[in-house]
């Protein structure tokens, strides 16, 4: 092989060794592919122009020029001439997406989601580091000054990933640099003109030779490499005084920001995504309310008031402070109900935010530090590096605004900048999102009935799935591509009905917060990256900005989007009057309740048309609700009871005098189960009593009668048959579980009691008949073809 062509084999080993230490910084490793055949066409390309005999810095163009093409390809293809000659558009979509990037990896935590910004600088990195790579070890014949820029590729993986250990990815890189040194070594000693095997034997070296004098020297390159290697990864660990080096990527010391803690935020686009397919729920933020409405506490981060085609994004109304409480809210008039809530919130300290999540609407918000104030999303937001949600803990006073569906039906239209601001969509946008839009709407009288179709059709009519490990995505080909597969999460079903609706001439936006959080025993709400979540919401005049749900089992649908009861008959009861609302049940503040609709109406009177939603449950005739709450709560109450019935009744039949000891021994095994001790199959008897003794911590009478069970167990699967002694098994059972009971806590006794662990035997045995019923009708079924004569050809 050509000396050449060896050390830019090697070159491109190395610069790819080098990017493996990215691996623990961005999740997956189909991108380390991706950027190998990247920087294999890129090395080609200077193998050929070399080849050529054409001069350096042709050579090095020529290169430029492939890895440009290259990015093209990879990153925006559907921006270039033909997929792959870049032309302005490109060039604007690398500026766009560098700019994307370089956000991400300030609010992603490691390792973040592939994103397209992200990737981009990924692989144009890779690409540059290649060619300074290829240059100086191939073009300019210094390995050794290679390793510089393998350095600095290293080094950028190795001061910010935190969480895996670091030691392998760099012997990866340094044997890579190793493999260059080597080669370019071996090249170098091929370079030797005379070779001297004795006096008056002096000749020019052959290829043979030249292997000869070559061999013993790389065989002792390569013995100081694998030496160098060696002390370069124990000499650490053994002066204890240098930490952990460069390749040091656990972070374990502590230093650094945030220590060795893993800080987690959450971004407006991506990031959910990241957040919701992590396998645990990380607790996020606490808080407590005196609201009267917690499924409707969502908490609002963002609002993504932007769509340019690629992505939504928020347009940045900060204002320098903000404005003196009660703030006002955007579009709410004071015909509309509303009351007043105050919600404190607590955020981890592993929580890194710059805005604060609030309840919308937010009319004040009690913290301290140097914020600003987004005007768009109704919040704060950090005026300086030095603010976050980290370890915060603040005080919002909200409103919780409950519109009517006929306030939102009959709302006028909104004023002609907001109609035209928040109805944008790129000139682009496929037709078929706005043709699908108009299906699903026709018959709709008005935009809050189209606002409920859409809503409807996307949770229960369309045949959405809800799915997150479905590629996330914002630009209109990844609506497209949504709307044809009909699975995604909420940022599908976020962006596209914002989009499908402001494709219909609705005022709509995207708002990225969370959902309200689990509600625990001391009465806070508890809120973690899964509750993380993207909702639409679309602008009514008088009411302002309404939340929608259109993803299929996630968050609650708001009320005024959902059904109402039928409307009394003529033959139906009388309506009660309806009770004059407390103070407390409305905000401070002059006219704070809707008016009443049925003034409007000629003499007052409202006919058969209910007043408001509420009144039409009570009007309905039938108490439906407490006949619906007992049901539920007697069937609910069954459910519980269930796996107590069911260990009841098989415990009694184990126990039955005439039983054996096999079920009796079962039976104790399942108690030992119930209270935490898990039987292992591989265990023989004697065994199994021993642990569960052991674990248990039994003495005295129940550490006897597990004994006695188990030898009776041995007697019967062991002994031969004949006259055995009287045991009394069902007695030394019950004196085990007495044990057992004894030596467990409060909580351990009540949960073995009322939600035994041994009761998944039940889902196994109906697996186990479900399976066998299948096995046997596939039989039958095939009974009837193998006896059915084969027609004569």
Do not use: K
Request: charged content about 20%; some cysteine.
């Amino acid at each position: 092989m050509d000396g050449r062509i060896r050390i830019a084999c090697a070159a491109w080993l190395a610069t790819l060794a080098a990017a493996g230490a990215m691996l623990p910084l961005i999740d997956g490793g189909e991108w380390l592919l991706r950027a190998g055949l990247l920087l294999t066409a890129q090395s080609a390309a200077g193998m050929l122009t070399r080849r050529r005999g054409v001069p350096a810095a042709v050579s090095v163009g020529a290169q430029l020029l492939v890895s440009l093409l290259l990015l093209t390809l990879a990153c925006a293809r559907e921006y270039a001439a033909a997929g792959l000659l870049p032309g302005p558009a490109v060039f604007d979509r690398f500026g766009r997406l560098i700019t994307a990037g370089a956000e991400d990896i300030g609010n992603y935590p490691a390792p973040a989601p592939a994103t397209d910004g992200i990737m981009l600088l990924v692989f144009g990195g890779v690409l540059l580091i290649g060619l300074l790579v290829d240059l100086l070890a191939v073009t300019l014949r210094s390995a050794a000054a290679a390793g510089l820029p393998l350095l600095a590729l290293y080094s950028v993986a190795a001061g910010v990933a935190r969480d895996d250990g670091g030691w392998p990815y760099f012997m990866i890189a340094a044997a890579g640099f190793l493999v260059l040194l080597l080669a370019e070594g071996r090249d170098r000693l091929g370079t030797w003109g005379r070779f001297f095997a004795g006096p008056g034997h002096g000749r020019q070296m052959t290829p043979h030779d030249h292997g000869r004098a070559a061999g013993p020297r790389t065989r002792a390159g390569r013995r100081i490499g694998a030496l160098t290697l060696g002390v370069a990864v124990l000499a650490p660990s053994l002066l204890p005084s240098l930490g952990g080096g460069l390749f040091d990527l656990d972070g374990e010391d502590g230093s650094g920001p945030g220590g060795s803690a893993s800080v987690t935020s959450v971004n407006p686009v991506v990031a959910l995504q990241d957040q919701l397919n992590r396998p645990r729920n990380q607790r996020l933020l606490a808080y407590r309310t005196d609201s009267t409405q917690p499924s409707e506490m969502y908490l609002r981060l963002v609002a993504l008031d932007e769509f340019d085609g690629e992505e939504w994004r928020s347009s940045g109304w900060h204002e320098p402070a903000p404005p003196a409480p009660p703030w006002p809210v955007f579009g709410l008039t004071s015909a509309v109900p509303r009351t007043g809530a105050t919600t404190v919130i607590e955020a981890e300290e592993t929580y890194r935010q710059p805005s604060l999540p609030v309840p919308y609407p937010a009319q004040s918000i009690g913290t301290d530090g140097d914020w600003l104030f987004d005007r768009g999303s109704q919040t704060l937001v950090a005026g300086d590096d030095e603010e976050s949600t980290q370890g915060r803990t603040y005080e919002v006073e909200h409103l919780l605004v409950a519109p009517t569906a006929e306030q939102l039906a009959n709302a006028p239209a909104p004023a002609p900048e907001i109609q035209e601001y928040y109805t944008q969509v790129p000139d682009d946008l496929p037709p078929e999102v706005r043709d699908t839009a108009l299906d699903v709407t026709a018959g709709a009288a008005n935009d809050y009935e189209r606002g409920v179709a859409l809503q409807t059709w996307f949770t229960r009519d369309g045949g959405f799935r809800y799915d997150t490990a479905v590629q996330s995505g914002s630009g209109t080909e990844a609506i497209v591509r949504f709307l044809q597969d009909r699975e995604g999460f909420c940022v599908h079903f976020a962006f596209t009905m914002a989009a499908m609706a402001r494709a219909l001439g609705i005022p709509a936006q995207v708002a990225v917060g969370f959902t309200p959080g689990v509600r625990q025993a001391d009465g806070s709400y508890e809120v973690g990256t899964h509750n993380a979540h993207a909702w639409p919401e679309l602008y009514f005049e008088g009411v302002g900005w309404v939340r929608f749900e259109p993803t299929p089992g996630q968050g609650s649908q708001p009320p005024y989007t959902r059904p109402e009861a039928p409307a009394p008959g003529p033959d139906d009861p009388e309506e009660t009057p309806e009770p004059e609302p407390s103070p407390s049940q409305t905000a401070p503040g002059p006219a704070t309740s809707a008016p009443d609709p049925c003034d409007t109406q000629p003499g007052g009177e409202c006919g058969d048309r209910p007043r408001t939603p509420e009144d039409a449950h009570d009007e309905a005739g039938w108490p439906v609700w407490p006949v619906m709450w007992t049901g539920g709560g007697l069937l609910a109450a069954c459910l519980a009871a269930g796996p107590l019935l069911w260990r009841s009744r098989v415990r009694a039949r184990r126990l039955l005098p005439d039983a054996g000891p096999l079920p009796a021994w079962r039976e104790l095994l399942d108690s030992a189960w119930d209270h935490g001790i898990t039987p292992l199959a591989w265990e023989t008897p004697r065994q199994a009593a021993e642990r569960v003794v052991r674990v248990a911590g039994l003495t005295g009478a129940p550490a006897e009668a597990v004994a006695r069970v188990a030898l009776a167990v041995e007697e019967e699967l062991y002994a031969p048959h004949g006259a055995r002694p009287e045991r009394r098994l069902a007695h030394d059972v019950r004196t085990a579980r007495a044990g057992l009971r004894a030596g467990a806590g409060r909580l351990a006794r009540l949960r073995a009691l009322l939600l035994p662990r041994s009761a998944l035997r039940v889902t196994r045995t109906v697996t186990e008949r479900r399976v066998a019923a299948a096995a046997r009708l596939r039989t039958r079924l095939a009974r009837p073809a193998a006896r059915r004569p084969r027609r004569r050809a």
